[in-house]
């Protein structure tokens, strides 16, 4: 991690890592970054708590936004602490590979595909085409379209955290995306600068 390790904590540092313990075990991923924010850290916190618990979606769309946000912004760490929670929630692990690879997923079900398009012109375009966004308001209403896009927002937070401060990957494990090398994105064959 490119940040200094915090030794003396404020008080108010102190109090995030406490409740970073009592709710997720531990200080890991991108909290230990936000520890050095705390106020903002413990906002971002409660938000990305809030949206894995309240969003109206259900689990498994909310565990496949955060592996597409993760994907897309090259956020491996994200990807590896959620693979695992996506598949308990019902993902195809199929599926998952092959976004991992950088191919097209290709999911079973028209929830998952309306979704991943969704995020993906959100992401990638900054807006949503008026087709998928009737598609998605059809299929998930109005209130889980806010939420959608808000945790999209919080989850990109999240995977910027990770790698601008190159938090690095749990010990023992694989690097899951074959264009990403350490921090980097590898050349793809045919790209221009």
Known sequence: MRLTPLHDLTPEQARLRARLQERRGGVNGPFGVLLHSPELGSRLEELSTSIMRDAALPPRLRELTLLIVARRLDAQHSWLAHL???????????????????????????????????VGQALETHFVDDATYAAALARFGERALVDLVVAIGGFAALALVLNTFQVDLPSGTEPPFPDVTGFRRTRRAGATS
């Open 84 to 118: 695992d929670k996506g598949l308990a929630a019902g993902l195809d692990a199929a599926a998952l590979a092959r976004l991992a690879r950088g191919e097209e997923p290709g999911f079973p079900r028209a929830d998952e595909q309306i979704l991943h398009e969704f």
